[in-house]
């Protein structure tokens, strides 16, 4: 069992940054690869971004590459998420994920959810 929860969210304006945070608890973080989902209101929800259990490799969504940043650090069980360039279309409710069986854009490949955290971007 894996708990996750996402911090670091809030509102900023076009242009800004902001990083997400997601702690996960238990022994076992290092076997999961780790995703960030985003959904806007009224939206369905679409991947974001991944990262191997290692770190090695890292992967993203068109409309964020290049702006975002994900990255995890096994021995304090984290995941982040550096956001900069944010425009008004990155809003919504960012969550993270922990997949056992590897790298994903599908949720669906996801065992393990966050609560999420809103990110709002004002232009």
């Known amino acids: 069992q894996v708990q996750l929860v996402e911090s670091g969210g809030g ?3 076009a242009g800004g940054s902001l990083r997400l945070s997601c702690a996960a608890s238990g022994r076992t973080f290092s076997s999961y690869a780790m995703g960030w989902f985003r959904q806007a209101p009224g939206k369905e929800r679409e991947f974001v971004a991944a990262i191997t259990r290692s770190g090695g490799s890292t992967y993203y ?3 964020v590459k ?3 940043t994900i990255s995890r650090v096994n021995a ?3 995941v982040y998420l550096q956001m900069n360039s944010l425009k008004p279309e990155d809003t919504a409710f960012y969550y993270c994920a922990a997949s056992i069986v590897g790298s994903s854009w599908y ?3 996801y065992d393990y959810w966050g ?3 809103q990110v709002t971007v004002s232009s």
């Open 61 to 63: 969504a068109d409309s």
């Open 107 to 109: 949720s669906d490949r």
């Open 11 to 13: 509102l900023v304006q």
């Open 115 to 117: 609560q999420g955290t």
């Open 76 to 78: 304090k069980n984290t």
């Open 66 to 68: 290049g702006r975002f």
